[in-house]
């Protein structure tokens, strides 16, 4: 491999590197690159510590091939999906578990809770055939704006001198 640059240079371009957005690293490694030429590719991305296909990638963003929105350092429609798009008959089936355990109020419909914990409903859920974590549940609970209640013991207040 040749060595494109001085040690201090290089020192220098790794500092500045390691300063940026990932988008901005992206495209500043596909300029050094296309600056040196044959080899360049391969002599960055060791330098600055990064894949080649990212250096790759920052010279075809350059290029103005994959133009990139203003503001983001990633393209639109990345990351992972939510367990909601993933798995459609979850509501469904949080609904069916939870029926068994649900309560209200009888003055007000909307007010509803479960005696079953967050690790119970994971449980009752994955037993019905959809893994989901206790996040999940949280996010489920919200939605169907169930609240967590438990029956209480109560100690009785006061006496009536009469009894």
């Given at each position: 491999?040749?060595?494109?640059?001085?040690?201090?240079?290089?020192?220098?371009?790794?500092?500045?590197?390691?300063?940026?957005?990932?988008?901005?690293?992206?495209?500043?490694?596909?300029?050094?690159a296309?600056?040196?030429?044959?080899?360049g590719?391969?002599?960055?991305?060791?330098?600055?510590?990064?894949?080649?296909?990212?250096?790759?990638?920052?010279?075809?963003?350059?290029?103005?091939?994959?133009?990139l929105?203003?503001?983001?350092?990633?393209?639109?429609?990345?990351?992972?999906?939510?367990?909601?798009?993933?798995?459609?008959?979850?509501?469904?089936?949080?609904?069916?578990?939870?029926?068994?355990?649900?309560?209200?109020?009888?003055?007000?419909?909307?007010?509803?809770?479960?005696?079953?914990?967050?690790?119970?409903?994971?449980?009752?859920?994955?037993?019905?055939?959809?893994?989901?974590?206790?996040?999940?549940v949280?996010?489920?609970?919200?939605?169907?704006?169930?609240?967590?209640?438990?029956?209480?013991?109560?100690?009785?207040?006061?006496?009536?001198?009469?009894?």
């Amino acid at each position: 491999m040749v060595t494109a640059y001085p040690r201090t240079i290089e020192a220098q371009m790794q500092r500045y590197y390691r300063s940026l957005s990932e988008k901005d690293r992206r495209r500043y490694a596909g300029i050094e690159a296309a600056k040196l030429g044959h080899g360049g590719i391969r002599y960055i991305s060791s330098l600055l510590r990064c894949d080649y296909r990212t250096v790759k990638f920052g010279m075809t963003e350059l290029s103005n091939e994959l133009p990139l929105a203003l503001g983001r350092a990633r393209q639109a429609g990345g990351g992972r999906k939510s367990a909601f798009e993933k798995l459609p008959e979850l509501d469904k089936t949080f609904l069916k578990v939870l029926s068994e355990h649900t309560a209200g109020s009888p003055m007000d419909e909307k007010v509803k809770w479960t005696n079953l914990n967050r690790p119970e409903i994971a449980a009752l859920l994955k037993a019905a055939g959809l893994t989901v974590s206790v996040t999940v549940v949280d996010q489920l609970l919200k939605k169907h704006h169930y609240h967590r209640r438990r029956a209480q013991k109560t100690l009785a207040t006061g006496s009536h001198p009469q009894r």
